[in-house]
């Protein structure tokens, strides 16, 4: 009886919509299966997550599950363990009893949905519990919708998104964590008894110093090719917390979601609160596996034009900072278009009316153009980079404002402040965070797009900025009973903000920036098109950051930028070869100001950017293989992209330390076909002989179980030599 409900399950699943009440359903993807118990009037259970089962499997997969644990934990009366969803009803009572009312997947537009309906067995409180999947991706979304017809409102203690139980074992945990400028760095770590929690609360972003992204690795120290390994990333731009619990079962139990602390939420009837996504992955070939799959959903299916490769612009901060002005504008595009780059971004200064924004102390808010440094205005800068060929982006930091501004003057109510309190302030000493909850806050940020792109249509970029958190609680508009609903309503603000954005505006390319990489998260990503990965530019040191942002983002949406040196943040001076080598790894960029480069610069840079065009569909729509880690302090970190039908690739290597007849791992390559033959050809070369293998052909089968000896140095002149080595080498098969 078991097994036949389990295959009408199954059945209906692959028929279309239909709504059963059934014993198991099976969630699958291309290459991942989940299976989860589903009785009637009962407690839903996980059985399996990992490989896809063979019908056979499925069949007997309930005499060998690999877990038994309740699909979403509740509070109340099982009290010792935690729970992923807390309340108090109306009444007082803290208490949930949840069962099964019904089970459903209908089939969508790219795969299906499976809705698990529960209701409390007395009251009535109500959870939906959502699998989403798709057919060509192997990511499994899942969110919980919570809602409830008591008399009076409902506390929401805690509500997380999901609840996975990981398997027993020596399992490890690999996140990311960091700080300003130094974002992303990976930790890895075996989970031992206890409760390890990951969590945000800058309010606005919350990606510096920790990730809503993990994965389990379930066979040991994680292995980048193979290896079991879970992925799980929670979609939301604002606070979260994750947790592990592993207690004295051994098993490790994860809970993500929105981090509920100062966030109790007063649920009224018929109100429905929905969880944000929690975006599950399994493969068997390790943390790349893993990896890759979260970058093919990305690509297509949660970053904004993930299916379009990016321009290679300009950035004008780190070349100009404040001081903006039309000559020196005009001066940059001109740079950037000769040597072949396709935009120019004008980043912070450009604006402030009664206040000029010559420094970060003032007029966040004063969304007009400062006449003095910009005489002729915006329309003529737009042009100005339509004649030289290129397209034109603008810098704004639309959720903020300064004491100092025109916009505080007339709205003081609008920013975020605890009543009978001074403001505490943030950057500059004047900045606030505007109250995204308040509807008129929304439509003065979306009027300011539309205005932005309505007067200069030529604007095609936005560099979204946001350089504060949230340090004052208060708000305005939300009434007395719901300020704890401050941090979570900003969020539903921003998201309102940027659908109404992308409503009108779906052809904008916009960056995620928030200090830096303050907003790298799959909260935001379905609004934007890529991040800055980091504030902090130095070659060396975005190895780390790109590594580490890696596990969990696709290449496309990393911003990378050549910049200056010594570098403006940690004083590296390292050649420009190198600094190429690497922003060439990501969505490349330049951030310096090019007036100061000599012309021998100019040319290596048009050269790579002209090269970077060859490979940028490589690199930002192809398969990433990490090969050898700088977090294992080899000397060296290496890395591949393989296109989709494996005819081309490009290998990258990067000495990350320097002593003299230290030697060098050899690094095999990975992702190739084993039966295709390749001519390797180096980029960017600088040596004044060429490498022995330059022009040759090898079968993938050589490459991946050989590699190739990278030379520790560069063969230059005397006077050109220094302690920087690194390579690209371009794959392509030879016919
Ligand atoms: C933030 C960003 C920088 C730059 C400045 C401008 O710090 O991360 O890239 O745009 O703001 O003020």
Same mark, same amino acid.
């Given at each position: 009886?078991?097994?036949?409900?389990?295959?009408?399950?199954?059945?209906?699943?692959?028929?279309?919509?239909?709504?059963?009440?059934?014993?198991?359903?099976?969630?699958?993807?291309?290459?991942?299966?989940?299976?989860?118990?589903?009785?009637?009037?009962?407690?839903?259970?996980?059985?399996?997550?990992?490989?896809?089962?063979?019908?056979?499997?499925?069949?007997? /997969?309930?005499?060998?599950? &690999?877990? $038994?644990? =309740?699909?979403?934990?509740?509070?109340?009366?099982?009290? @010792? +363990?935690?729970?992923?969803?807390?309340?108090?009803?109306?009444?007082?009572?803290?208490?949930?009893?949840?069962?099964?009312?019904?089970?459903?997947?209908?089939?969508?537009?790219?795969?299906?949905?499976?809705?698990?309906?529960?209701?409390?067995?007395?009251?009535?409180?109500?959870?939906?519990?959502?699998?989403?999947?798709?057919?060509?991706?192997?990511?499994?979304?899942?969110?919980?919708?919570?809602?409830?017809?008591?008399?009076?409102?409902?506390?929401?203690?805690?509500?997380?998104?999901?609840?996975?139980?990981?398997?027993?074992?020596?399992?490890?945990?690999?996140?990311?964590?960091?700080?300003?400028?130094?974002?992303?760095?990976?930790?890895?770590?075996?989970?031992?008894?206890?409760?390890?929690?990951?969590?945000?609360?800058?309010? /606005?972003?919350?990606?510096? &110093?920790? $990730?809503? =992204?993990?994965?389990?690795?379930?066979?040991?120290?994680? @292995? +980048?090719?193979?290896?079991?390994?879970?992925?799980?990333?929670?979609?939301?731009?604002?606070?979260?917390?994750?947790?592990?619990?592993?207690?004295?079962?051994?098993?490790?139990?994860?809970?993500?979601?929105?981090?509920?602390?100062?966030?109790?939420?007063?649920?009224?009837?018929?109100?429905?609160?929905?969880?944000?996504?929690?975006?599950?992955?399994?493969?068997?070939?390790?943390?790349?596996?893993?990896?890759?799959?979260?970058?093919?959903?990305?690509?297509?299916?949660?970053?904004?034009?993930?299916?379009?490769?990016?321009?290679?612009?300009?950035?004008?901060?780190?070349?100009?900072?404040?001081?903006?002005?039309?000559?020196?504008?005009?001066?940059?595009?001109?740079?950037?278009?000769?040597?072949?780059?396709?935009?120019?971004?004008?980043?912070?200064?450009?604006?402030?009316?009664?206040?000029?924004?010559?420094?970060?102390?003032?007029?966040?808010?004063?969304?007009?153009?400062?006449?003095?440094?910009?005489?002729?205005?915006?329309?003529?800068?737009?042009?100005?980079?339509?004649?030289?060929?290129?397209?034109?982006?603008?810098?704004?930091?639309?959720?903020?404002?300064?004491?100092?501004?025109?916009?505080?003057?007339?709205?003081?109510?609008?920013?975020?402040?605890?009543?009978?309190?001074?403001?505490?302030?943030?950057?500059?000493?004047?900045?606030?965070?505007?109250?995204?909850?308040?509807?008129?806050?929304?439509?003065?940020?979306?009027?300011?797009?539309?205005?932005?792109?309505?007067?200069?249509?030529?604007?095609?970029?936005?560099?979204?900025?946001?350089?504060?958190?949230?340090?004052?609680?208060?708000?305005?508009?939300?009434?007395?009973?719901?300020?704890?609903?401050?941090?979570?309503?900003?969020?539903?603000?921003?998201?309102?903000?940027?659908?109404?954005?992308?409503?009108?505006?779906?052809?904008?390319?916009?960056?995620?920036?928030?200090?830096?990489?303050?907003?790298?998260?799959?909260?935001?990503?379905?609004?934007?098109?890529?991040?800055?990965?980091?504030?902090?530019?130095?070659?060396?040191?975005?190895?780390?950051?790109?590594?580490?942002?890696?596990?969990?983002?696709?290449?496309?949406?990393?911003?990378?930028?050549?910049?200056?040196?010594?570098?403006?943040?940690?004083?590296?001076?390292?050649?420009?070869?190198?600094?190429?080598?690497?922003?060439?790894?990501?969505?490349?960029?330049?951030?310096?100001?090019?007036?100061?480069?000599?012309?021998?610069?100019?040319?290596?840079?048009?050269?790579?950017?002209?090269?970077?065009?060859?490979?940028?569909?490589?690199?930002?729509?192809?398969?990433?293989?990490?090969?050898?880690?700088?977090?294992?302090?080899?000397?060296?970190?290496?890395?591949?992209?393989?296109?989709?039908?494996?005819?081309?690739?490009?290998?990258?290597?990067?000495?990350?330390?320097?002593?003299?007849?230290?030697?060098?791992?050899?690094?095999?390559?990975?992702?190739?076909?084993?039966?295709?033959?390749?001519?390797?050809?180096?980029?960017?070369?600088?040596?004044?002989?060429?490498?022995?293998?330059?022009?040759?052909?090898?079968?993938?089968?050589?490459?991946?179980?050989?590699?190739?000896?990278?030379?520790?140095?560069?063969?230059?002149?005397?006077?050109?030599?220094?302690?920087?080595?690194?390579?690209?080498?371009?794959?392509?098969?030879?016919?």
């Amino acid at each position: 009886m078991r097994i036949l409900t389990f295959l009408l399950t199954v059945l209906s699943a692959w028929a279309g919509t239909k709504n059963i009440v059934a014993q198991n359903v099976h969630i699958s993807t291309p290459h991942t299966s989940m299976v989860l118990r589903v009785p009637e009037g009962g407690k839903p259970e996980y059985i399996y997550y990992g490989d896809k089962l063979s019908d056979k499997d499925l069949k007997s /997969v309930d005499y060998a599950a &690999t877990m $038994h644990h =309740e699909l979403y934990p509740v509070y109340g009366l099982n009290c @010792q +363990e935690e729970a992923a969803l807390a309340v108090t009803h109306a009444d007082g009572n803290m208490t949930l009893q949840m069962a099964v009312v019904q089970v459903k997947t209908d089939s969508t537009d790219t795969g299906f949905l499976t809705t698990i309906t529960m209701k409390d067995k007395i009251y009535p409180f109500h959870t939906n519990i959502y699998y989403k999947t798709y057919r060509d991706a192997d990511i499994i979304e899942t969110w919980t919708e919570i809602s409830h017809k008591e008399k009076k409102p409902v506390m929401l203690n805690r509500f997380a998104s999901a609840y996975l139980p990981i398997r027993r074992g020596d399992v490890w945990l690999s996140h990311l964590y960091g700080s300003w400028a130094n974002e992303g760095r990976l930790s890895q770590e075996r989970l031992e008894p206890g409760m390890k929690t990951i969590k945000n609360k800058d309010g /606005v972003r919350n990606s510096h &110093t920790a $990730h809503a =992204e993990v994965m389990f690795s379930l066979d040991g120290k994680p @292995q +980048e090719n193979v290896g079991n390994t879970i992925g799980a990333a929670l979609c939301y731009s604002g606070n979260y917390k994750l947790c592990i619990d592993t207690d004295d079962s051994d098993f490790h139990k994860f809970y993500a979601g929105i981090n509920e602390d100062n966030s109790g939420y007063l649920l009224q009837a018929d109100e429905v609160f929905t969880t944000p996504i929690l975006a599950l992955t399994y493969s068997g070939e390790g943390t790349g596996g893993c990896s890759r799959n979260f970058h093919k959903w990305a690509r297509g299916h949660r970053l904004a034009h993930g299916d379009k490769v990016r321009k290679i612009l300009l950035n004008s901060w780190e070349g100009v900072y404040f001081d903006i002005h039309e000559a020196g504008m005009k001066q940059m595009m001109k740079d950037i278009a000769s040597m072949g780059g396709e935009m120019f971004v004008m980043d912070d200064g450009w604006f402030g009316g009664k206040y000029p924004r010559n420094n970060d102390s003032s007029s966040l808010g004063d969304w007009k153009t400062d006449v003095n440094k910009l005489p002729s205005g915006i329309g003529y800068i737009v042009e100005e980079a339509k004649k030289n060929g290129i397209g034109f982006g603008i810098w704004i930091e639309p959720e903020m404002t300064n004491t100092t501004s025109e916009l505080y003057e007339k709205h003081p109510e609008w920013v975020i402040k605890a009543p009978q309190r001074e403001l505490v302030l943030g950057r500059g000493g004047t900045q606030a965070v505007l109250d995204l909850a308040n509807p008129e806050v929304q439509d003065f940020i979306v009027g300011l797009v539309d205005t932005l792109t309505g007067n200069y249509p030529g604007i095609e970029y936005i560099k979204w900025d946001a350089n504060m958190g949230i340090t004052n609680h208060g708000s305005n508009y939300l009434g007395k009973d719901s300020q704890s609903h401050l941090y979570i309503e900003y969020h539903r603000g921003f998201e309102k903000i940027c659908q109404r954005i992308r409503m009108k505006h779906p052809e904008l390319t916009i960056q995620a920036c928030a200090s830096g990489g303050g907003r790298a998260n799959y909260g935001i990503l379905p609004y934007f098109d890529e991040f800055w990965v980091s504030d902090n530019t130095d070659a060396l040191q975005r190895i780390y950051m790109q590594w580490g942002t890696s596990y969990f983002f696709p290449a496309i949406a990393m911003a990378s930028h050549i910049s200056a040196a010594p570098n403006h943040q940690t004083f590296r001076t390292i050649p420009l070869k190198y600094r190429i080598d690497v922003a060439m790894s990501g969505r490349l960029g330049m951030e310096i100001q090019p007036g100061n480069m000599t012309d021998e610069e100019k040319e290596m840079c048009r050269k790579a950017i002209a090269d970077y065009k060859k490979i940028r569909p490589i690199v930002q729509l192809g398969d990433m293989y990490r090969l050898l880690s700088p977090y294992d302090k080899e000397g060296a970190a290496s890395l591949m992209y393989v296109s989709p039908q494996k005819e081309k690739a490009v290998f990258y290597w990067w000495k990350t330390e320097h002593f003299c007849n230290q030697h060098l791992p050899r690094v095999k390559m990975a992702g190739l076909d084993p039966s295709k033959i390749y001519k390797v050809t180096e980029l960017n070369r600088i040596d004044n002989q060429i490498l022995e293998y330059e022009g040759k052909t090898f079968s993938g089968t050589f490459l991946m179980a050989n590699g190739l000896e990278i030379p520790y140095n560069h063969q230059v002149d005397y006077h050109k030599q220094n302690d920087y080595s690194s390579r690209i080498l371009y794959l392509e098969e030879a016919k």
